[in-house]
């Protein structure tokens, strides 16, 4: 393929890594110089409406450290990353004038605050150039979807067994080629520190599930740990639903949030695992949460804005509360139930919830105190180091009874607590009062 000689821009989102990464690769293809940039948005670390950040300090942290390893990664092909704390709309065009930019490459992203965003740059570009946009962020990517998106079922086994029965995982990208010397840019670009993103250092809580930092890297040692190393991935159906300690499940969702690997990585190293080793139900169990992964962002894709209404996909109407008092009682593990209160004091302190505690703390918000699930919602997504758009708002809406599930279930909490914490370990490692 001919190379064109000016320069490539690519414009990193939530797809943090350098190894299959369709952007970067792209740009390979088409150009010599390629020049990377990631904005801070102030616009993520401002107070919502409800009176906390859009993001806060622990997600903020893992996004500082996953883009202090992408520059690195970056650096040792000789590609530049340019890291700026401002908004893309207004600093993007900027540099595609000053670096002679002919094609723009990023994650395609279709939710209403990211849409809004690229078409702010694609308005303030001095001049029109190709916005090459890629799906990159699904195990089964669109075009081999089979089925199209308005067709999507509203329910995941349909989905579920209808890929698995005719779509393809595509195979990983090369690994990216080094660029020459001469095209790294001069001068450094430094990475905001959490002050200067408004938040005070922090330790690491040392009770954390999640002790990770972020970073391709770091991604990549944890599925060498989990998988290949401990074998802990051949155990994960039976220790899924655990509460305590780092290996009851593989932890990999906040890497994957931020795109510091993909699904398909993951998929291919499930692959490996069950070629050297064994083949099982919980091996096959991680890639069923990979298509749940999935689902939810074929969700979004079909119903759009819906996923962010009261009504859900469903346009259902319950009679939700708005109750402030109720919400903060929520918040801060203040409820009549325990194992609500133990699993919000470790969001609260980390940053990090199970699986098991995210249902029981969303279904007692949504189900028991009957508030707004958008609220709880705009919760996680402050604090969780593993958010997700799509996965967070299509979990809240499937709980909260106006999105996916058949069933419409609430969670007995008592019994949930009995069945996964039946000596009170969880519960007392975060209710009794600290010695830190």
Known sequence: ??????????????????????????????HEKIIGVYCFDP???????????????YRAKFLIESIINLQKSLADLNI???VLHDT????IPGLVEKYEVTRLYCQREWTEEENSVLQGIKQNLPSPIPVMETFDQFLFHPDECPMAIEDI???????RKSCEKKADVRPLLPVPKKSAPENTLKGSWSIPSLNELGFADFETDPRSAFPFMGGEDHANNRIQEYFFKTKKLGYYKKTRNGLLGTDYSSKLSPWLACGCISPRQIYWAVKDFEKEFFKNQSTYWLIFELIWRDFFKYISLKHGNRIFQLGGILNKTYSWRSSAKDFKIWIEGQTAEAFVNANMTELRETGWMSNRGRQNVASYLAKD??????????????LLVDYDVHSNYGNWMYVAGVGNDPRDRKFNIR???????PQAKFQNRWLQKTLF
Do not use: C
């Open 88 to 91: 893309p709309e207004k600093v």
């Open 1 to 30: 393929m001919q190379k064109e000689q000016k320069t490539g821009l690519v414009w990193f989102r939530n797809d943090l890594r350098v190894h299959d990464n369709h952007s970067l690769w792209r740009a390979q293809q088409l």
């Open 80 to 82: 530049s990353l340019i």
């Open 43 to 57: 616009r993520h670390f401002a107070l919502t409406p409800y009176g906390f950040k859009k993001t806060e300090k």
């Open 369 to 382: 105190l009957q508030i707004d699930w958008r609220m709880g919602a705009a919760w996680f997504e402050s």
């Open 415 to 421: 019994i949930q607590a009995e069945r996964y914490d």
């Open 153 to 159: 079922p509203r329910v995941f086994t349909s989905f």
